[in-house]
């Protein structure tokens, strides 16, 4: 295996003359690249960099068209499966007395039902299940299509909320709790009758928002949405917030 | 025949200030838009201008990489699956990519002109069979020039064009 490596090093530094520059080039450290020099010149100038390189041969195009974010969908789900959950989120405005806040941006993003969010892993997939953005509409609504959210240690069932006026300028960053009571769609949904629907962790070792960083203050319960329906049928989540805009 | 290596390359491109293309411009600033909101999550008290100033103060602000890159996915995807700006000796675009990796270089919610982005495209595995002075000879496997013959392509290694992975055949 050294061996191999020795003679593909040899082979390799015999092929190419800007070793050096090449190894630097795929490191994804950020420090490391913002020192380079004349990354951005070299880079953005891309096939014409080189001062004896080859010029395109082919016909130009296709054409680039504007493409909203990926963000911006109302079914968040992707791959992600497990009980059907709609939310209806309406936003007030506190400047106006609470009337409904059209032309807001809605972000959400919850874990699917083992608790995992999406994010960058080892491999370089770009998936960015169950989150989504909509803009209210005229009574101040948001819906999205997603499943009902699992649980991670050290947390209750949550939603996360990020709200911006049209601008994009951050109106509200908040969560959203659910009841956790008997009756619930959290303990029923973290019931046997829930592990049919890939429900598995139970509610031994959940922490109730009565105990959670983030709810434990919430005494009024601003924070907590109202949650019905059943496992077969889904559920559908409800639930206003006030900003000042 | 000779054995060849499989390996996969991996282009970085530079996006900033003074990208021309208009694919780069949209890219340029859809994902200042996106950095510009999403940043706020971890700068709630707007102390911070700079990416790396809140990467410095708030290390789990390391996603913003990941949370910004849904604001060119869908630039991605009009590439159709060719790496850009990389021409064989004849001048032709000929490297597929399989996956990429978008990362924020640095930004300033202030100031625009210093926002800069790669993105890394990782392309599919090629079999690289000869070198030839500052040329690699390579192949992609499933094309053929005829029966017996299979197509290559010579490609020449530069700035942000690398090697990024390798299995000798055996």
Request: proline fraction near 3%; include cysteine; hydrophobic fraction near 35%.
């Amino acid at each position: 295996m050294e061996q191999s490596r020795k003679k593909f090093l040899k082979n390799f530094f015999i092929g190419a003359v800007s070793v050096p520059v090449l190894i630097e080039a795929c490191k994804k450290d950020v420090e490391s690249n913002s020192g380079s020099t004349g990354s951005g010149n070299t880079g953005s100038g891309g096939s014409g960099s080189g001062s004896c390189a080859v010029a395109p041969t082919e016909t130009e195009g296709p054409y680039p068209t504007h493409s909203p974010s990926s963000y911006v969908r109302s079914d968040i789900r992707d791959d992600r499966t497990g009980i059907a959950m709609t939310m209806n989120i309406t936003v007030k405005n506190t400047n106006n007395n609470c009337s409904a806040l059209a032309g807001a941006i809605v972000d959400v993003w919850h874990c699917d039902k083992d608790g995992n969010y999406s994010e960058y892993g080892t491999g370089y997939t770009n998936l960015h299940f169950l989150r989504g953005r909509q803009t209210t509409d005229a009574n101040g609504l948001v819906n999205f299509t997603t499943i009902f959210p699992g649980w991670y240690n050290g947390r209750a069932t949550h939603i996360h909320v990020h709200i911006f006026n049209a601008a994009g300028n951050s109106l509200k960053i908040t969560q959203i709790s659910f009841p956790e009571g008997s009756g619930s769609a959290v303990v029923a949904v973290n019931s046997t009758a829930g592990q049919a629907y890939g429900y598995t962790k139970g509610m031994s070792g959940y922490t109730y928002a009565t105990s959670d960083n983030i709810f434990s203050d919430d005494t009024a319960l601003v924070e907590q949405a109202s949650v019905v329906g059943s496992l077969s049928g889904g559920y559908v989540l409800t639930h206003t917030i006030n900003v000042a805009a | 025949m000779k054995k060849g290596r499989i390996i996969q390359f991996c282009y970085r491109k530079i996006i900033d200030n003074a990208s021309e293309k208009q694919w780069e411009k949209y890219v340029f600033e859809s994902s200042y838009k996106e950095f510009r909101m999403q940043a706020q999550l971890y700068n709630q008290d707007k102390k911070f201008r700079t990416i790396a100033e809140i990467l410095h103060h708030v290390p789990a602000a390391e996603r913003l990489h990941f949370l910004v890159s849904p604001s060119i996915t869908g630039y991605i995807q009009q590439l159709k699956g060719i790496v850009p700006d990389v021409l064989d000796n004849l001048g032709k675009h000929f490297l597929h990519f399989e996956k990429y990796r978008f990362e924020i270089i640095n930004s300033d919610i202030q100031d625009i002109s210093h926002h800069q982005v790669a993105i890394n495209f990782f392309s599919e595995p090629v079999e690289w069979i000869e070198t030839i002075g500052n040329y690699m000879l390579i192949t992609r496997s499933h094309e053929k020039a005829d029966e017996e013959n299979r197509l290559t392509h010579l490609v020449e290694l530069k700035p942000f064009f690398s090697i990024y992975s390798l299995k000798e055949e055996v």
